[in-house]
């Protein structure tokens, strides 16, 4: 599925940096074809952008000179998946539609980004196939799922044709600014700060354990497997920071204060139709009902808890959500990752 897009000058603002962009550049598919395989190898159109940079980087440099050269007629690709979740290779070719494979999503139902892009999918009925990658278990640091995706976050998306982001139609501005706003809240240092210290420090030392473990399988990973023990410390150290847990605090009943006010004239975040503005709020709220805060963070707002029981009743939510942490379900989930965890340790198998 591809999505050609005409934004113009207002709306290309809105464009982060860090969105993997292409501009059409109004030439034949061959000409795109070349002029954007020309700007990968690092040819005459950028000489600084070579092989060894890492496609972080890349995406980066060629966004912001995408976004400085686009004039308000240009038509361009605009590609919103994950930070660095697909190669080089992969990558180019899901642009151009090179793969014949069907698209392969990996994901788990504990990962907020998980449950939005299934969601995008579900609401615009895209066949794909799913592989579950628990992050809680270690699986996300195997080392054929790292050197897949050398970050280690979900989702990863592999043989898509399409990985846009987008609808149809272009995002409204409206639309645009509720996607920034939601996405700027830090859902993990809240999640962490919300699970009983025994529990979050038992899995964190596993946790390092496996990638401890890892790195000694594979010495070639070495170093990336040694930056996400350094995040791994850090985040312990934001969580020991009353600051910043009041800071997370404080920015998530802003946010729902706002959408509250929003709700008192819409029926959704951005108007009277359900959008990525939602896709982005509804994993959100499933979190707080998972960590039993939603009687104080949903309940007690009279639009948002009308709102929650109608955004729960839609298909997608059920299939994405609903099927894992409503009810009796939520509990299984959770005592089937504890076990895991548990008899590792214990058996000291990383």
Sequence with gaps: MKSNLTLNREQLKTVSEDDWIFRRCRLGDAEFRSHCSGMWRGGDTDKNLTRDRDDSEFMRRTSRQLIANASVDDEILVLTSSKNSMSRGTLLDNIFGLGSEAMQLYHHPYSLDSQRVRLALEEKGIDYTSYHVNPITGK????????MNPNAKLPVF???????????????????????????????????????????????????????????????????????????????????????????????????????????GTSYVAGNEFSMADVMLVPVLARLSLLDLEEEYISSRRNLAEYWVVVRSRPSYKKVIGRYFNGWRKYATLLKTWMFVRVRSLLRKY
């Design 140 to 147: 996300h640091m195997d080392s054929s799922f790292f050197r």
């Design 158 to 264: 592999r043989n898509a044709e399409v990985s846009s982001g987008v609808e149809d139609a272009t995002f409204g501005r409206e639309v645009l600014e509720w996607m920034r706003k939601i996405r700027e809240w830090d859902s993990k240092l809240f999640t962490l700060a919300h699970i009983p210290d025994n529990r979050r420090l038992y899995v964190s030392k596993f946790l390092r354990m496996v990638m401890i473990a890892r790195m000694a399988e594979s010495p070639d990973l070495a170093s990336a497997y040694h930056r996400k023990l350094r995040e791994a410390y850090d985040t312990e150290d934001k969580l020991k920071d009353p600051e910043a847990l009041r800071r997370s605090k404080d920015h998530l009943l802003r946010l729902l204060d706002e959408v509250e006010t929003k709700l008192e």
